[in-house]
């Protein structure tokens, strides 16, 4: 927040690029002062309307009036209060009392600071994963519709990144989409955890609302589902010190760290893929590669993602240190911290989201590319088949298993002494040895009959497990994303 009586000059403060340069605006909202200041003014309106409710001597005159002033909230007079009282909660209570004269004797009446502070977290992480979750089904919509394109299409598989047996393009899609549901589920979970903290007092107990009500406990423990309640939330955490358990932190940031890992490893499969010409992310009419080089096509956008996703598995590293140091009921080396990691967190894997999206919905394969491929290397994994045919036409395996060792290793030389293409295939069909299963190889060398299960594979794991994930977000995966930078 600016000082009082600072003119802003945007462009000469730092500015995080999360903010400036990537994050949706509705990310970048839910985690905005106005957000966090006006639930604060709704907690403290929740707070009243359940305090009256049960009891207390709360107007209806100060409920309406509260209700009237949520948003009229001036920031530059709570600048002033919390440059002058050194406390973020107290000067917008006194800012908030300022718009609100009558009730100003009952805002925040019993309440701690982390009765707003705590309590808003909550909120605004739940409504966090609200956001992130559509954005990732729409991710997971498009990479399935890549995937049923593709799930007939032959490509070179590898392991250790080196030649093995084929899969199909929408396989290997598939691999990707398996992940990010696990993902998808993972952030559906650790939203509907989350509880509230609700009405606990300064250190857990709920001591000063025990007094408020005279000692009735039932009044008490009503309160607190009461706002609870309001707040949008089914359930309240049993116990707390000051602040709800840091654990929680770890368990919302450690699934957003996991789909950071996935869509880094669905990136750099990207970007390995582009370096062989084999698929490619989206590249517009004028963008340039490359300032020096202007035939580059680098895959920007899944480097993008790679180099953000780095730091969102970094993030989980803070909640971890904070809940081990928490010191009974609390200490406050735990807020400036969570200021960044929290915020910090969701914007990066709303980023990541967007820019995936970008990707799946124009991801470019080329065909002849992957077909030339497989041509390469296709005829020393159909060594097996051969050897099986001649055996059937009335050969001796071992015989045959001998003739292929030593015409594949000759294949294997033009390869990579000499640079040429693989002439394995030329070798065999030169060979009277062979003689029995020329008109075979044809055949035998079909790229389909190497791929297995997999097209069946990704047509039932799409309608059996993928659409069912993405029902829920049915109405919310309409739409493309064009990124701006």
Same mark, same amino acid.
């Given at each position: 927040?600016?000082?009082?009586?600072?003119?802003?000059?945007?462009?000469?403060?730092?500015?995080?690029?999360?903010?400036?340069?990537?994050?949706?605006?509705?990310?970048?909202?839910?985690?905005?002062?106005?957000?966090?200041?006006?639930?604060?003014?709704?907690?403290?309106?929740?707070?009243?309307?359940?305090?009256?409710?049960?009891?207390?001597?709360?107007?209806?005159?100060?409920?309406?009036?509260?209700?009237?002033?949520?948003?009229?909230?001036?920031?530059k007079?709570?600048a002033?209060?919390?440059?002058?009282?050194?406390?973020?909660?107290?000067?917008?209570?006194?800012?908030?009392?300022?718009?609100?004269?009558?009730?100003?004797?009952?805002?925040?009446?019993?309440?701690?600071?982390?009765?707003?502070?705590?309590?808003?977290?909550?909120?605004?992480?739940?409504?966090?994963?609200?956001?992130?979750?559509?954005?990732?089904?729409?991710?997971?919509?498009?990479?399935?519709?890549?995937?049923?394109?593709?799930?007939?299409?032959?490509?070179?598989?590898?392991?250790?990144?080196?030649?093995?047996?084929?899969?199909?393009?929408?396989?290997?899609?598939?691999?990707?989409?398996?992940?990010l549901?696990?993902?998808? $589920?993972?952030? %559906? *979970?650790?939203? @509907? +955890?989350?509880?509230? #903290?609700? =009405?606990?007092?300064?250190?857990?107990?709920?001591?000063?609302?025990?007094?408020?009500?005279?000692?009735?406990?039932?009044?008490?423990?009503?309160?607190?589902?009461?706002?609870?309640?309001?707040?949008?939330?089914?359930?309240?955490?049993?116990?707390?010190?000051?602040?709800?358990?840091?654990?929680?932190?770890?368990?919302?940031?450690?699934?957003?760290?996991?789909?950071?890992?996935?869509?880094?490893?669905?990136?750099?499969?990207?970007?390995?893929?582009?370096?062989?010409k084999?698929?490619?992310?989206?590249?517009e009419?004028?963008?340039?590669?490359?300032?020096a080089?202007?035939?580059?096509?680098?895959?920007?956008?899944?480097?993008?993602?790679?180099?953000?996703?780095?730091?969102?598995?970094?993030?989980v590293?803070?909640?971890?240190?904070?809940?081990?140091? $928490?010191?009974? %009921? *609390?200490?406050? @080396? +735990?807020?400036?911290? #969570?200021? =960044?990691?929290?915020?910090?967190?969701?914007?990066?894997?709303?980023?990541?989201?967007?820019?995936?999206?970008?990707v799946?919905?124009?991801l470019?394969?080329?065909?002849?590319?992957?077909?030339?491929?497989?041509?390469?290397?296709?005829?020393?994994?159909?060594?097996?088949?051969?050897i099986?045919?001649?055996?059937?036409?009335?050969?001796?395996?071992?015989?045959?298993?001998?003739?292929?060792?030593?015409?594949?290793?000759?294949?294997?030389?033009?390869?990579?002494?000499?640079?040429?293409?693989?002439?394995?295939?030329?070798?065999?069909?030169?060979?009277p040895?062979?003689?029995?299963?020329?008109?075979?190889?044809?055949?035998?060398?079909?790229?389909?009959?190497?791929?297995?299960?997999?097209?069946?594979?990704?047509?039932?794991?799409?309608?059996?497990?993928?659409?069912?994930?993405?029902?829920?977000?049915?109405?919310?995966m309409?739409?493309?994303?064009?990124?701006?930078?």
């Amino acid at each position: 927040m600016a000082a009082p009586g600072e003119e802003e000059d945007v462009m000469a403060r730092y500015r995080s690029p999360l903010v400036s340069r990537y994050a949706s605006a509705e990310m970048a909202y839910n985690f905005s002062e106005r957000k966090k200041f006006g639930t604060w003014r709704r907690l403290w309106l929740y707070l009243a309307q359940a305090e009256k409710s049960l009891g207390l001597s709360i107007t209806d005159e100060q409920i309406q009036e509260m209700e009237a002033n949520l948003d009229n909230i001036d920031f530059k007079m709570a600048a002033e209060e919390e440059k002058r009282l050194r406390h973020d909660v107290m000067a917008h209570v006194h800012t908030f009392a300022h718009c609100c004269p009558k009730a100003a004797a009952i805002i925040h009446l019993g309440a701690t600071s982390c009765y707003v502070g705590d309590n808003t977290d909550l909120i605004v992480l739940r409504d966090g994963f609200n956001l992130l979750l559509p954005k990732l089904a729409r991710v997971i919509s498009r990479l399935a519709d890549f995937a049923e394109k593709y799930a007939d299409m032959p490509t070179l598989g590898f392991t250790h990144y080196q030649p093995a047996q084929l899969t199909t393009v929408g396989k290997r899609c598939c691999l990707w989409i398996q992940d990010l549901c696990m993902d998808l $589920q993972n952030l %559906e *979970r650790a939203r @509907d +955890d989350l509880r509230f #903290r609700g =009405v606990k007092g300064t250190t857990g107990t709920q001591a000063s609302f025990l007094q408020l009500f005279d000692g009735d406990h039932s009044k008490v423990e009503e309160l607190d589902r009461l706002v609870t309640a309001k707040a949008g939330f089914k359930r309240a955490y049993m116990v707390t010190g000051q602040t709800y358990s840091r654990k929680v932190d770890i368990g919302v940031l450690a699934v957003l760290a996991s789909l950071g890992a996935s869509v880094h490893k669905v990136c750099t499969d990207i970007r390995l893929l582009a370096n062989l010409k084999e698929i490619e992310e989206p590249f517009e009419k004028d963008q340039i590669g490359s300032s020096a080089m202007p035939y580059k096509r680098n895959p920007m956008r899944s480097e993008r993602c790679c180099s953000l996703a780095r730091h969102l598995m970094t993030l989980v590293m803070d909640p971890l240190q904070t809940a081990a140091v $928490q010191w009974f %009921e *609390r200490t406050l @080396d +735990d807020s400036a911290n #969570r200021r =960044v990691c929290l915020a910090e967190a969701f914007l990066t894997a709303d980023i990541i989201l967007s820019t995936l999206q970008n990707v799946s919905e124009g991801l470019v394969v080329y065909p002849k590319v992957i077909e030339r491929r497989i041509r390469q290397e296709l005829p020393f994994m159909a060594t097996e088949n051969i050897i099986m045919a001649m055996v059937k036409a009335g050969g001796n395996r071992q015989d045959c298993h001998e003739k292929i060792r030593v015409l594949s290793q000759q294949a294997a030389a033009v390869v990579k002494q000499e640079g040429g293409d693989n002439d394995f295939i030329a070798r065999v069909r030169a060979d009277p040895y062979f003689s029995p299963i020329h008109k075979q190889l044809e055949s035998l060398l079909d790229p389909s009959s190497f791929t297995g299960r997999a097209p069946q594979q990704v047509a039932k794991f799409l309608k059996e497990e993928v659409r069912l994930v993405l029902i829920p977000y049915e109405s919310e995966m309409g739409g493309k994303i064009e990124l701006a930078l």
